[in-house]
């Protein structure tokens, strides 16, 4: 049969608008929490999605987050609610750019902090061009879209300082019903010690599993049940034996995104599982 004739069964046109169907109800949200740690190589980049809302915690490296948003969010939305620079560098930062350019963001959300790197300047250059909105955080705010609650934990306003930019880092908790999630950016020990908190179910683990963040005395407060950690190939050593003993202590399972790629936990605001 020619390709002209098969264009013209009524199956054909069936059977095709079928399978479109099946692929745009696939692809509708769940009515869940999605919360996903996406594989960006060394750096962080996680995408946090509920229904219709997307917000992105930092961009990674590269272009890499591309990948986690085309896979993680619906094919017909190019929309972001919210993008979270934890702090300006390098491997936090420069795949924000393709994001921007790709996506409609309303909001973008920082410490404040600037800096004079090429990166950074560009993407100072394509918000302004897409007028998306800043807005500068401090220890106390508080974001609400919806169900999804985020509690800015650090840094205090008094506290920024340019020369120590890990160390004013946006630490947010996020809340969804009874699940909750602790997102620490590359904070150190310095900065864990002065933070007031609870138990939480999910604990990204800061700066990638440096030695010098993720202490006992934080682990033992919070008692994470699982800990993330977003990590590639380095020369840091990361992550340390030191914090993977540290989280074996407190009984956390420990998944890396090096292993096993991008980390997806479900949540219906009660119970939650990490989805292989």
Same mark, same amino acid.
């Given at each position: 049969m020619s390709e002209a004739k098969i264009l013209k069964e009524p199956l054909f046109w069936l059977s095709l608008f079928l399978i479109l169907i099946c692929w745009v109800l696939f692809s509708l949200p769940?009515?869940?929490?999605?919360?996903v740690f996406c594989d960006v190589g060394q750096g962080d980049a996680t995408l946090i999605t509920y229904r219709q809302?997307?917000?992105l915690i %930092?961009?990674?490296?590269?272009q890499k987050v591309l990948q986690c948003l085309d896979q993680k969010m619906p094919f017909y939305d190019r929309r972001l609610e919210?993008?979270?620079l934890t702090h300006p560098e390098q491997d936090h930062e420069t795949g924000l750019i393709d994001v921007l350019e790709r996506y409609n963001v309303r909001y973008f959300v920082s410490n404040g902090l600037r800096k004079s790197s090429a990166t950074f300047l560009e993407l100072e250059k394509i918000k302004e061009e897409?007028?998306?909105l800043s807005v500068s955080v401090k220890t106390g %705010?508080?974001?609400?879209?919806?169900p999804l609650g985020f509690s800015v934990l650090w840094p205090p306003k008094e506290f920024l300082q340019e020369?120590?930019?890990n160390e004013s880092s946006v630490v947010l908790k996020l809340s969804f019903g009874h699940f909750k999630a602790l997102l620490t950016g590359d904070i150190s020990e310095k900065v864990e010690k002065k933070l007031d908190l609870k138990k939480v179910e999910v604990?990204?683990?800061a700066h990638h599993g440096s030695r010098f963040s993720t202490s006992a005395a934080f682990l033992e407060m919070i008692r994470p049940e699982l800990a993330v950690i977003s990590v590639g190939q380095n020369r840091f050593g990361h992550p340390t034996k030191e914090v993977l003993e540290s989280l074996n202590q407190v009984q956390a399972k420990v998944v890396r995104t090096d292993k096993v790629g991008a980390v997806e936990i479900v949540s219906d605001g009660w119970r939650w599982y990490n989805r292989p």
């Open positions: 769940d009515g869940k929490l999605h919360l809302t997307q917000v %930092d961009g990674g490296p590269d919210m993008i979270v897409k007028k998306v %705010d508080r974001i609400k879209i919806g020369d120590e930019l604990l990204k683990v």
